[in-house]
Each structure stands twice: as structure tokens, then as C-alpha cells.
């Protein structure tokens, strides 16, 4: 099963420099990006979502595997999603995580003689990285090179400019992911002061959409987390929100269509304001402390803003706001074109850089 891509033929093709490659393993969705080939300045663009389900083949009595979209919709009873903590845990979900990437390198024809840079997230779990090493280095990608850089400021480089311009700025980057909210200053891409938190996650505004469903529904409906999902990512917009419909079927027969008002709307308000008071209140007072004039020289410049949340139509722009209410402060927030691509795009921006083109 091939991924969701930009490219109809994603074959890979031989050339004297190696392939660059960005890829981000993420805990919802995985993204390579890559040349298309190796006279085109087009790129491909594999997303799909970080899940495998197993089965065994009815003739030959083999083990097979699907992932992403295909796997969720064939298999939603044992489709395993290996890193919703973010990192491969443990020995089992590093093997899963392994089958995933070989399984999805593999149906992309994704080239081997290859520079690659992988994004990693901010997180105290050295196990956890060490696993995401492993199944990245492990696999038949990176014969050239294989290097790991920051998730936060993969994702920034594409918000900061056409190249890799923010590796020689001071800045600050806020990442909104799935399982965290990681902000960091980078001072020449030296990393300083990396701040990490799972108490603010895209994760969490899924659960409190699936809690307020059944409160503005007065119990009547309950949706599941992947229902929440698509329900911000389809319907979230922060400032011009539209009340949708949808229908769910009775036990029994029939059916009952409910009007959605709420519900997303005050998940991202949550969201907003606990994003606000992470970065203002945790983050920054940290970053002041250690490096005082990497913080006045930072808060001058532009804010990067990167990662699934701030796809959300309005949010970064409404984040940059009530920063600026919180700080007492004007700042101004960048965003990439494409935030839940920047960490891959900027890890290939990186990769060809240490190829030599």
C-alpha cells in the first residue's frame, strides 16, 4: 500500500550525489520528503498515518502487514499505533515501529544511496530515542550520510526562510504536536534550553472534543478518539468556526443527526490558553534566567510556530496574540507554509546541505 504523495512515480533513480532526504516518525503521521528525482526541482511528499495492523495471508499462512490509512480502515479491532507516546517505548513497539518504516520505505521505492536527516522531538526519555535511532539507522535508507537534528528546529527552518537561513539566527521555536508541546531557543543551531510538556497536546483537545460531544449532546452521542480527530482537523478553526452536523446510527435502527457547536471551540480555547501559559510562564522565565540576552535578542525576532496544531486555520495567529497579551509584549509568530510537513522539509533542507548540493 503506498502513501498519501505529492509524486505519481515515486521510483527512486540513480544519480552520482545521493538522494536528500527528510523524514519525521511522528506519533500520528509519518512525512519523507525527497527530490522527485534527479533532474527535477520537484519534490515528493510521502504522509501517512504511524500505524501497522498484521494479519495472515487465508493461502500461504504468512504473516503480512499494512500501515497507515489502509491499515486504520481495514483493521480498526488491531491496528497498532506504536508511538502515540511519541518514542517507541519499549522492545515491542520498536519492532513494530521497525516493520512500519521498512513496510513504508519499501512501497515508495525510497532511495537508498541517500543523505538523510531524521527530526527527533524534545523529550527526557533516552530509551525511548534510543529506539527511534535504531529503527531509522537501522533501516536500508542513509547509505551516504544519517544524521538526527531537533524536531523544533527542523520545523523552523522552512517557517524562517527559503533555505536554512534560521541555523545562523537567534529565535525561538514553539512545536505543536500530537503528544507535545516543545518550545526551544536556538542560538547558530545550538539548541538551548529545550522545554517539553504532554500536558498540552493535540491529544488532549481529541479528548476533551469526545468529553464536550457528550455534554452539548446531553449524552445522547459519544464519539470515539479518531471521530474527535477528524472533527478538528476538518471543522477547527479558531475565530471563524462553523457549526457542523453529522449523524450517527441508533442501537436498534435508525439514526440521529446532532448540530456541533461547541465542542471544538472551546477544545481549542483550552488548548490556546494552556499553550500560552506553558511557553509565557514555564518556558520563557527558564530561558530569561540562563541566557538573558538570547532572550531579548529572541523575542525581537520572529517566533517559529511548526507542527499539527498549527494547521488549525486561526490558531497561530490567535496563540500570537494572547502571548502578546500574556507578556505585556508585541512578538510576532511565523508559521511554514505547510506546519505538519515543516519538520521533514526542514530535516531534506538540512540532508541536502551535508550532501553537497
Known sequence: MA?????????????????????????????LRYPEDADSDELTTVRTLTCLALYEDAITGEEKALFGEQAA?????????MLRSGLPEDDERAELAGRFFRELLAANGVPSDSAV?????TMDNDAGLENLTEVIESSDIGAHTMRAYPESLCGAIPAMGAGVEAVDDVFISVNMGSTNLEACAYRRGDQLVPFSTGSVTGNDVDRRIVANVEEETQGRVHVDLTTAREYKEEHGNVGNFEPF???IQQPGGGSHEFTIEDSVVDALDWYLDAAVDEVANEF????????????????????????????????????????CEELDRDVNVV????????AAEGARRIAEKLAGQ
Open 335 to 342: 508559521v511554514p507554509d505547510e506546519p505538519d510537513l515543516a
Open 73 to 81: 480502515a481495514e483493521y480498526p479491532d488491531r491496528v497498532q499505533y
Open 245 to 247: 452536523s453529522d449523524v
Open 284 to 323: 520563557l522565565p527558564e530561558l530569561a534566567n540562563d541566557y538573558m540576552k538570547v532572550y531579548q535578542l529572541s523575542l525581537n525576532n520572529d517566533i517559529a510556530v511548526t507542527g499539527g496544531m498549527a494547521c488549525i486555520p486561526g490558531l497561530a495567529e490567535e496563540f500570537e496574540r494572547r502571548l
Open 3 to 31: 502513501a498519501e504523495s505529492e509524486s505519481a512515480d515515486d521510483d527512486s533513480f540513480e544519480s552520482s550525489n545521493p538522494t536528500p532526504i527528510g523524514v519525521k516518525l511522528g506519533s500520528t503521521r509519518t512525512v
Open 117 to 121: 536527516v531524521y527530526a527527533i522531538p
